[in-house]
């Protein structure tokens, strides 16, 4: 005691704090702090992976009478098994087998509280004292913010931009050891906008058969693909190394906000089930919380034309921007990764101060580079309105015009 004053013997847990800076949200609500609130023109989100709140992207009426009409029904009022509903799970593993050479059991699938929560059960589930984790660079940050908390090492392999982002195999080969247990792949790509070729994943499967490693693929933005390359679900190549996918409704659907997704095992050859991980998952699942029952009761469709719209005018506008490249037109997913060009900026010295300034400046959120692990790149997210993309595209280019340095 110190003049008579209690000391508690509690106190926050610092690594959670540190791991929470890393996230999206963690940038996103740094650049929020930062905004005018002087300038009366509307913020253009450009930061955001939430369409939502756009009329374009309004889910279907169909998907909101299946909740109403799920809810209504008392039959979701319960607690719901921890794996997930049945009816819910077998219309997961209908919907992904359509797509794959082999058909999935209902006990494939697990239920999850989005794609968030799936990502932090299989973290969980493979840490272990001296494991390390192969993660994308740029890629999703969650995923090293909850490698922090598992205190599961990280190791970053590259994506070749001049490839269409691309997997560096030759540097996962060099990163993977005897105490890798995992590498992770994002397909369509956040932040990438790329997709992969049939062709590319099989190698990618072959480099986990190689080192005796699983694939965790997300694929959140399955089918939201508007370029030459179809979506191919990892699972295709499940025979010749295991493959976890996650994913969830939020995108596709357009309705993050209902916290419905899922974690399945694609395993033909029943690797997964040997080696304890089904187990582990299940044991995990029973610790935590559950999604909404009723959300879990059925599946809905939403097309995706506005966003190639969007992919088109986002490419053709940064043309006209000097200091920002755009490498690969987007294909996939709900962004596009432009290069900054500081060398002709003044005053400016990496992506976070051109994101503070361009949000004090001009009301708009973009997320810097350094968030996805790529410094002095910046993610353009394209899934709004078109107009309030072109606004907010424009008001780039006068920023950058303004900071333009004078010859």
């Given at each position: 005691m110190e003049n008579g004053a209690k000391i508690w013997s509690f106190k926050g847990n610092e690594e959670l704090q540190s791991a929470s800076e890393k996230t999206v949200r963690g940038f996103l609500n740094l650049l929020m702090e930062n905004l005018n609130k002087d300038d009366h023109r509307p913020t253009v989100p450009l930061g955001h992976g939430d369409p939502s709140a756009f009329p374009s992207f309004r889910t279907t009426v169909i998907a909101e009478d299946a909740i109403v009409d799920a809810l209504r029904s008392a039959k979701y009022n319960c607690y719901a098994p921890t794996v997930g509903i049945l009816p819910g799970r077998r219309s997961i593993a209908d919907y992904l087998s359509r797509d794959l050479p082999y058909t999935l059991s209902p006990d494939d699938v697990y239920l999850?509280?989005?794609?968030?929560?799936?990502?932090?059960?299989?973290?969980?589930?493979?840490?272990?004292?001296?494991?390390?984790?192969?993660?994308?660079?740029?890629?999703?940050?969650?995923?090293?913010?909850?490698?922090?908390?598992?205190?599961?090492?990280?190791?970053h392999f590259d994506l070749l931009p001049e490839n269409g982002w691309e997997v560096d195999l030759q540097a996962v080969e060099a990163l993977a050891d005897h105490n890798t247990v995992a590498m992770v792949i994002i397909n369509p790509g956040n932040p990438c906008g790329n997709v992969y070729s049939h062709q590319h994943l099989n190698k990618i499967a072959e480099t986990a058969r190689k080192f005796g490693i699983l694939v965790i693929s997300d694929e959140v933005y399955n089918h939201i693909t508007f370029g030459s390359n179809p979506f191919v679900p990892m699972g295709t190549f499940g025979s010749i190394a295991p493959v976890i996918t996650l994913g969830s409704i939020s995108k596709r659907w357009s309705v993050p906000g209902w916290r419905c997704g899922w974690l399945v095992t694609n395993d033909p050859n029943g690797t997964l089930r040997k080696s304890g991980i089904v187990e582990c998952i299940k044991g995990c699942l029973?610790?935590?919380?559950?999604?909404?029952?009723?959300?879990?009761?059925?599946?809905?469709?939403?097309?995706?034309?506005?966003?190639?719209?969007?992919?088109?005018?986002?490419?053709?506008?940064?043309?006209?921007?000097?200091?920002?490249?755009?490498?690969?037109?987007?294909?996939?997913?709900?962004?596009?990764?432009?290069?900054?060009?500081?060398?002709?900026l003044e005053g400016i010295g990496d992506d976070l101060e051109f994101c503070l300034k361009l949000a004090k400046e001009e009301s708009v959120v973009v997320l810097p580079g350094m968030a996805v692990g790529m410094k002095n790149w910046l993610r353009i997210t394209i899934a709004i309105e078109l107009s309030s993309l072109e606004d907010g595209l424009g008001r780039i280019k006068a920023f950058c015009q303004r900071h333009a340095k004078k010859e």
């Open positions: 999850t509280i989005g794609c968030t929560q799936a990502i932090e059960v299989m973290l969980t589930v493979l840490a272990r004292p001296g494991a390390n984790i192969l993660l994308p660079r740029p890629g999703f940050p969650y995923y090293e913010a909850r490698a922090a908390c598992t205190h599961l090492e990280v190791r029973d610790v935590s919380s559950d999604p909404p029952t009723f959300i879990q009761e059925d599946f809905f469709s939403k097309i995706i034309n506005i966003i190639r719209e969007a992919a088109d005018l986002c490419y053709d506008r940064i043309k006209e921007i000097p200091c920002i490249t755009c490498p690969y037109k987007p294909e996939g997913s709900m962004y596009a990764m432009v290069k900054l060009n500081l060398c002709l």
